[in-house]
Nanobody
Framework: QAQLVDAGGGLVQAGGSLRLSCAAS????????MAWFRQAPGKEREFVAG????????RYADSVKGRFTISRDNAKNTVYLQMDSMQPEDTGDYYC???????????????????WGQGTQVTVSS
């Protein structure tokens, strides 16, 4: 059974950094686009960053562009999200997700993603 496990969340001060990881098991996701979403309390889940199956193309929400970097290591079946210059508005639960259609482009809507991690909590204090 395919499974995504998110890790790396925590408490950080404004201006600090965190690195999230998403480890896949049960199947290989090397042919599938993957993404990170986040959900703040009382808000809808929103797209943060995505990466194509090959890792050659990425996409970011405007709010994190220039501060966050998504990457993947297909040999390890793992996706990462490096978060720098973090701000209190980055607080929320972060989820990795994977599409089920091979070689698909990056989508920013949740409905396209069939596999989800359990989420990891990120809190940025001011």
């Amino acid at each position: 059974q395919a499974q995504l496990v998110d890790a790396g969340g925590g408490l950080v001060q404004a201006g600090g950094s965190l690195r999230l990881s998403c480890a896949a098991s049960g199947r290989t996701f090397s042919s599938y686009a993957m993404a990170w979403f986040r959900q703040a309390p009382g808000k809808e889940r929103e797209f943060v960053a995505g990466i194509t199956w090959s890792g050659t193309s990425t996409r970011y929400a405007d709010s994190v562009k220039g501060r966050f970097t998504i990457s993947r290591d297909n040999a390890k079946n793992t996706v990462y999200l490096q978060m720098d210059s973090m701000q209190p508005e980055d607080t929320g639960d972060y989820y990795c997700a994977a599409t089920a259609r091979p070689f698909a482009s990056i989508a920013i809507v949740t409905a396209v993603y069939n596999y989800w991690g359990q989420g990891t909590q990120v809190t940025v204090s001011s």
